[in-house]
């Protein structure tokens, strides 16, 4: 049996790594899984792994995600790459790789291990997420490595969103670009219909924040970011709370914010009506963070950049009206006023606007919602797209010639 390695080099985790583990259920059917992931991993992350069954391995270090500040900070932070990178790929080069290597990496910041990688087995990666807008060299500099590793044909792309297949085919040989599959972020039907259907699981998730059955919940799930739209997330409560006296909001995330932060959170003047709610309150298991959506009557996501985000799709999926921003890949699930509603990243107004609309139109909340249920369950199951993936694995290992080793 082969194997698949499955590698990322950072300590957040959150929609990429549960896109993975959606494929690592079919794909361990038929080859050896091995995740390779930073020491110091979350507690959290390691049990999703663990009962997945499949082995784990470590490396030291892990990069900075977060952007540091001055020259001297960001050379310390391209030193910290470079080490983990290294570090990372003589983890796998150890485990021998002999089937796919699927890297969490981009070539644009990371061509030297993924042209390392290739030397020894089919490599893929999943885009989720256009690049930031920069300047024309570094764009230049960007497709110049999109080209390099284009001539290793046993480098594939995969696209977990068509927003983001239309803008990195434009970087890629026409070969490569021809080749990149859209494999869906998707959702476990079998995971989100008993949840769906125990009204006791919306009981509960209610009576942990002492929700009223006359009050309206609007939820939001994520990290709590300024790219997820926080500060427009509030304002728009601010503003909607004056209309409406029965809304509540409530923001889950897996980290909560520093002392800045909590104390711009005390601005709005929300008081109660807000909570920030960690992931760690409620719970170790996947249907404890499910079973919490379900405390809502609403569901906002007003991302500024976002893929094709597991939260929104799991919200539509357990039956709740969304509401998020018409950006990247987000239109391609909700589609306005059929499947949800789309406001424009940052307009905390417009937000507040539907927010309200919802609350005061049940018929209409119904209506989106059971349209955005039927949606994402037709359109991003994780079972189809686990297939589609692994038929791409085996697919290029069918054509695969003799692959150099490295000693």
């Known amino acids: 049996m082969r194997q698949a390695i499955y590698a990322w080099d950072y300590l957040e985790w959150g929609g990429a790594q549960i896109h993975l583990?959606?494929?690592?259920?079919?794909?361990?059917?038929?080859?050896?899984?091995?995740?390779?992931?930073?020491?110091?991993?979350?507690?959290?992350?390691?049990?999703?792994?663990?009962?997945?069954?499949?082995?784990?391995?470590?490396?030291?270090?892990?990069?900075?995600?977060?952007?540091?500040?001055?020259?001297?900070?960001?050379?310390?932070?391209?030193?910290k790459k470079l080490r983990t990178e290294y570090r990372m790929m003589r983890r796998i080069a150890e485990l021998r790789p002999d089937g796919v290597i699927h890297l969490d990496l981009l070539p644009h910041y990371s061509l030297l291990p993924l042209m390392w990688a290739c030397l020894y087995a089919e490599v893929f990666i999943t885009s989720h997420n256009r690049m930031p807008e920069v300047g024309w060299l570094r764009e230049a500099i960007w497709r110049v490595k999109a080209a390099v590793i284009s001539r290793f044909r046993n480098f594939h792309v995969l696209c977990s969103n068509e927003d983001a297949k239309k803008y990195f085919s434009r970087h890629y040989s026409k070969r490569t670009a021809d080749d990149i599959q859209v494999t869906y972020t998707s959702i476990n039907p079998d995971e989100i219909a008993p949840i769906a259907a125990d009204a006791a699981v919306r009981q509960k998730a209610r009576q942990f924040l002492s929700i009223q059955p006359e009050e309206t919940a609007v939820l939001c799930v994520g990290n709590f970011i300024d790219r997820k739209?926080?500060?427009?997330?509030?304002?728009?409560?601010?503003?909607?709370?004056?209309?409406?006296?029965?809304?509540?909001?409530?923001?889950?995330?897996?980290?909560?914010?520093?002392?800045?932060?909590?104390?711009?959170?005390?601005?709005?003047?929300?008081?109660?009506?807000?909570?920030?709610?960690?992931?760690?309150?409620?719970?170790?298991?996947?249907?404890?963070v499910l079973g919490f959506f379900m405390l809502a009557d609403i569901f906002v996501l007003p991302s500024y950049v976002e893929g094709l985000p597991i939260a929104l799709l799991e919200a539509m999926a357990l039956g709740l009206p969304a509401i998020s921003t018409d950006v990247n890949a987000i239109p391609e699930a909700v589609i306005h006023e059929k499947t949800g509603l789309l406001v424009q990243p940052g307009d905390a107004e417009t937000l507040a606007n539907e927010i309200l609309r919802l609350a005061d139109d049940k018929a209409m909340a119904e209506k989106l919602a059971a349209a955005g249920k039927l949606h994402v369950i037709e359109n991003f199951d994780e079972r189809d797209v686990a297939r589609k993936v692994l038929s791409a694995y085996t697919a290029a290992l069918g054509e695969t010639k003799a692959l150099p080793t490295v000693q």
């Open 229 to 288: 739209g926080r500060w427009v997330f509030l304002e728009a409560a601010r503003i909607a709370a004056n209309e409406n006296s029965s809304l509540k909001f409530v923001w889950l995330s897996p980290l909560g914010p520093d002392n800045a932060a909590a104390k711009r959170i005390d601005s709005f003047g929300l008081g109660d009506r807000f909570r920030l709610v960690l992931s760690d309150e409620i719970g170790k298991e996947r249907s404890d």
């Open 21 to 79: 583990f959606a494929i690592i259920r079919e794909v361990e059917k038929h080859f050896r899984v091995s995740i390779v992931l930073p020491a110091g991993s979350d507690p959290k992350l390691l049990k999703f792994i663990d009962d997945l069954g499949v082995e784990r391995h470590f490396f030291d270090g892990a990069i900075d995600t977060k952007p540091q500040a001055g020259l001297i900070g960001s050379l310390r932070s391209r030193i």
